[in-house]
Each structure stands twice: as structure tokens, then as C-alpha cells.
């Protein structure tokens, strides 16, 4: 069963840590001199009072950035102490879409075992309350902290990057195994976001759920790259041959194999083609305008 016993602690740097090995996003933590900045929270309880647990053996905790408003990214926010930072569109949909009626329904979506949704007072105690447009640079003894928006996978996709460390936090935006997860996605966005992590530079490139690219970041990169064009140029067909949204989904099931994740992410198998009729739906009448910018290079 998910929970506290799958808490693994990788130390990247002298003061970088992450945790790769619960199911949710991975998440992390910057030591400083000044306290301890995380970036996104386990989305068990258990495993996020452990995880604060052990970041709080390594000094106060100051901040929490949030990278996107999915639940696996912020869900416990309010286990720990400290301010919460995300982009202004995130802390938003933050509010906008995690009440505790919608995370039940999806949690029972999304994984195989079931998962404690916080109350509403709980959820509403993690909210941002900090946030910033396009970037934010956060100075703590000899650590710059820099907070960037760079959408794709969500439109308030953030990135994290310390400079002394050389680590960058691309979160969702970027994934070892070939596959888009388009459901809400900037698609034009994400493609001058993943070249915008090309010109950092950069050691560990830690990823939402795949665990911390150490070499070859721009066969990553380019291999996300590829992977929206290839699923947009299906959607800009399926369009241009005047299918409805249920016949493209069919096409395009059959066109994208599934992205096997680890067992430890606990992700329930989905059911027929509603996982990818939720992402074309979504692309042909939520971001119909931003799909027909999309250029497919």
C-alpha cells in the first residue's frame, strides 16, 4: 500500500534533495542557510509527514512552491510550515478547481488504492500566498532561488532552478518515457518552454514522475518536443477530416501507445478511451485557437 514506507531520500547535490519513490510527483527540497525551500508535496499524508519530518531535520522550512495546480503536486500543502509560492494562474486554479468533492471523484480516477483528500479548512490552510506573473527570484544566504513560468503541461507550469546547484525542477513538463499528457496543456507553450531549459545550465533535470535525467538533456528534451508535435498534428487531422471529438479520440487511441509508469506511482489503468478523449476534447474546444497556432515543426 502507498504510504510512509515508500519515503526515499536521493541527495543530488550538497543541499539538494528529492524523493522519487511514493506514488504523486516527485518533490524536493533546497538546503540553505537561511532555511529550506521545497518544491512540491507528497500527495499522501503519511508520506508528507514524514517528508517533513526529515526536511525539518535539516533546518526551518521557509517556502513551498508549487509547480502546477494537478493534486500530486500540492494536495497536502498544509502538513507543512512555510509560505506557499506559485504562479499567479496556478494559486487560481488552485482555488478555482481542487474543492474537496472534485479531488475525491478524480483520486478514485487516478489510483488503483485509495487516497485520504484533506478537508476543506485543510485544502484552503495550503493555498498560495505568494504568487508572480512570469518570474520570481527568491535570495536566501549564498542560494538564488529562481521561480520561473514556463507553461506546457499546464498553463501555470513552473520551473525551479538553482544556479549554485546546478538542479532544475521541470515538473511535468518533461518525461523519460515518450508521451504527451495533453489534458491541460499550452502545447505551443510547452515547446518554447522545454528550448527555454536548454539554455540553463544544468546537472540534475528532475522530472515529475520519471525520476532525475542526469545526461542527454536535450534527447529529453527534444523527445518531448516530438512527442506534442505528434500529438497535436493528430488532433489539427482529425479536425481538418471533420471528425467529432469521440471519432478522434478513437483514431488517436489507437495511434499512441500507453506511458508505462512505475508500480510505486499506484496510477490506475484506464478504462476504454476516456483518458484521451479527455485530452482531444480538450484541445479541440477549450484551446481550439492555441492548437490552430501550434506550428508543427
Request: charged content about 25%; hydrophobic content about 40%.
Amino acid at each position: 500500500m502507498p504510504g510512509k514506507e515508500f519515503l526515499k531520500m536521493e541527495q543530488l547535490t550538497k543541499n539538494v534533495f528529492v524523493d522519487t519513490a511514493p506514488r504523486g510527483s516527485h518533490h524536493g527540497f533546497i538546503v540553505t542557510s537561511q532555511g529550506l525551500v521545497l518544491v512540491d508535496v507528497p500527495v499522501d499524508t503519511g508520506d508528507a509527514i514524514a517528508w517533513a519530518k526529515e526536511a525539518g531535520k535539516r533546518g526551518k522550512i521557509r517556502y513551498i512552491i508549487n509547480t502546477e495546480f494537478h493534486m500530486d503536486h500540492c494536495l497536502n500543502n498544509h502538513v507543512f510550515d512555510g509560505v506557499v509560492i506559485a504562479s499567479k494562474i496556478t494559486s487560481d486554479l488552485i482555488r478555482e478547481v481542487n474543492n474537496d468533492v472534485w479531488l475525491r471523484d478524480r483520486t478514485k480516477q487516478l489510483y488503483v488504492h485509495p487516497l485520504t483528500v484533506p478537508s476543506s479548512e485543510e485544502i484552503r490552510r495550503g493555498w498560495p500566498s505568494i504568487t508572480f506573473s512570469d518570474r520570481m527570484d527568491i535570495r536566501l544566504g549564498d542560494h538564488t532561488i529562481q521561480i520561473m513560468l514556463l507553461p506546457g503541461h499546464t498553463p501555470g507550469q513552473t520551473a525551479v532552478y538553482i544556479p549554485e546547484e546546478k538542479v532544475l525542477f521541470v515538473a511535468d513538463n518533461l518525461s523519460k518515457e515518450r508521451g504527451a499528457s495533453l489534458h491541460d496543456a499550452l502545447p505551443d507553450r510547452w515547446l518554447d518552454s522545454l528550448e527555454a531549459y536548454k539554455r540553463l545550465d544544468v546537472r540534475f533535470m528532475v522530472t515529475g514522475h520519471t525520476g532525475v535525467v542526469t545526461s542527454d538533456y536535450h534527447r529529453y528534451l527534444d523527445q518531448q518536443a516530438s512527442a506534442i508535435r505528434e500529438h497535436v498534428a493528430a488532433v489539427r487531422r482529425a479536425k481538418f477530416d471533420r471528425l467529432s471529438v469521440d471519432e478522434a479520440a478513437e483514431r488517436i487511441e489507437k495511434m499512441f501507445p500507453k506511458v508505462v509508469y512505475p508500480a510505486s506511482q499506484d496510477f490506475a489503468p484506464h478504462v476504454g478511451i476516456g483518458a484521451t478523449r479527455r485530452w482531444v476534447a480538450h484541445i479541440y474546444q477549450v484551446t481550439g485557437g492555441n492548437v490552430a497556432e501550434c506550428p508543427v515543426r
